[in-house]
T-cell receptor, first 113, second 109 residues
Framework: GAVVSQHPSRVICKSGTSVKIECRSLDFQATTMFWYRQFPKQSLMLMATSNEGSKATYEQGVEKDKFLINHASLTLSTLTVTSAHPEDSSFYICSARDGSKLFFGSGTQLSVL | RKEVEQDPGPFNVPEGATVAFNCTYS??????FFWYRQDCRKEPKLLMS???SGNEDGRFTAQLNRASQYISLLIRDSKLSDSATYLCVVNGEDGTLTFGKGTMLLVSP
């Protein structure tokens, strides 16, 4: 079945640094990928939709200058959390559609000190 | 009204019990429905799609009630390994997926 690979699985960083998270579709091409954030005991919240070759579409309340998304190829989307602060600490998950099915990356636990 | 609502639980049940979760959705134009399972700090994994006629996969049965705008998941003969959070996911007419907050299930020996 389709696989979505997400790296890194865990990041601990100092406040003010930038963190890049990669999401790859391993055996299918994904023109669209999705980035979610999940706080403890909360639901997955869609942050943005990443479109290959064009600008990402951000959900209301998500700062596009803080959460930079690049989808340069059909198999890779990256999310960069710029100047991360403790309130950005969360579980970030990407997903991609293969046909009608949605597959998720394994998630990245970001902890900002 | 929230778009997708679930009882957060936790539902504490003994092994072998039958347990059911409901999920309500607000958008009557929603197209498709899913149940995902999520273990702590892991990615959600598709458990099963929910079809209008209802569908069964082993110990799991999913049903959809469009008139009342809810879907349900029934788990029979609960196993310890069923302990997880079960997410209700609704696919809108625009293709947007909306997740419920999930229902936590704890199966004890």
């Amino acid at each position: 079945g389709a696989v979505v690979s997400q790296h890194p699985s865990r990041v601990i960083c100092k406040s003010g640094t930038s963190v890049k998270i990669e999401c790859r579709s391993l055996d299918f091409q994904a023109t669209t990928m999705f980035w979610y954030r999940q706080f403890p005991k909360q639901s997955l919240m869609l942050m943005a939709t990443s479109n290959e070759g064009s600008k990402a579409t951000y959900e209301q309340g998500v700062e596009k200058d803080k959460f930079l998304i690049n989808h340069a190829s059909l198999t890779l989307s990256t999310l960069t959390v710029t100047s991360a602060h403790p309130e950005d600490s969360s579980f970030y998950i990407c997903s991609a559609r293969d046909g009608s099915k949605l597959f998720f990356g394994s998630g990245t636990q970001l902890s900002v000190l | 009204r929230k778009e997708v609502e679930q009882d957060p639980g936790p539902f504490n049940v003994p092994e072998g019990a039958t347990v059911a979760f409901n999920c309500t959705y607000s958008n009557s134009a929603s197209q498709s429905f899913f149940w995902y399972r999520q273990d702590c700090r892991k990615e959600p994994k598709l458990l099963m799609s929910v079809y209008s006629s209802g569908n069964e996969d082993g110990r799991f049965t999913a049903q959809l009630n469009r008139a009342s705008q809810y879907i349900s998941l029934l788990i029979r003969d609960s196993k310890l390994s069923d302990s997880a959070t079960y997410l209700c996911v609704v696919n809108g007419e625009d293709g947007t997926l909306t997740f419920g907050k999930g229902t936590m299930l704890l199966v004890s020996p």
